[in-house]
């Protein structure tokens, strides 16, 4: 990864590099058009959101194929990331807020950030909730909950 001197701060710098090592061979570019490309996801997603306050110390990417590093500093999670779950923020591939979300609670996350980071996200308006309520379905039966809604309501205090 190459920086000009003098030139703008593209920012999260440490997180860029190692996604950029995550393949090598293929230009950021042409990987932010891919559906392959390891996106920035779970605690590390949260921070490039701004979104909580989970440290997020390792950086975390989710990718659909297998990938293998030599960094310490990187933890990888292997399943799929449909279009309409991720995004761009500042050049960096992304999960949207309420996979976000869903992925810190499959992850078993403390729940009362994981709830910081929902009302954020709310509040921020880059996330609804009926976004949460469909994300957070799958984890339903598992935090003992009737469905996503109820799941919704119990992390973010609100009524159905």
């Known amino acids: ?13 440490e997180r860029r590099a190692a996604w950029l090592q995550l393949d090598p061979g293929t230009p950021a570019g042409q990987r932010l058009r891919s559906d392959d490309t390891a996106v920035v996801s779970h605690r590390s997603a949260a921070a490039l959101y ?19 590093t030599r960094r310490t500093d990187v933890r990888l999670y292997r399943r799929p990331v449909p279009r309409p779950d991720r995004d761009i923020v500042d050049g960096l591939p992304v999960t949207k807020p ?3 979300v869903a992925d810190l609670l499959a992850e078993h996350e403390d729940g009362s950030a994981i709830a910081t980071i929902a009302t954020e996200a709310i509040r ?32 973010i205090g609100t009524g159905q």
């Open 1 to 13: 990864m190459y920086r000009i001197a003098g030139g703008p701060d593209p920012g999260h710098l």
């Open 50 to 68: 701004g979104l909580g306050d989970l440290i997020a110390d390792t950086h975390e990417f989710t990718v659909a194929r297998r990938v293998q």
């Open 98 to 100: 309420h996979r976000i």
């Open 124 to 155: 921020a308006g880059v996330m609804t909730t009926a976004q949460l309520r469909e994300a957070l379905s799958p984890l339903a039966r598992r935090y003992h909950a009737k469905d996503g809604a109820d799941l919704a309501a119990q992390l």
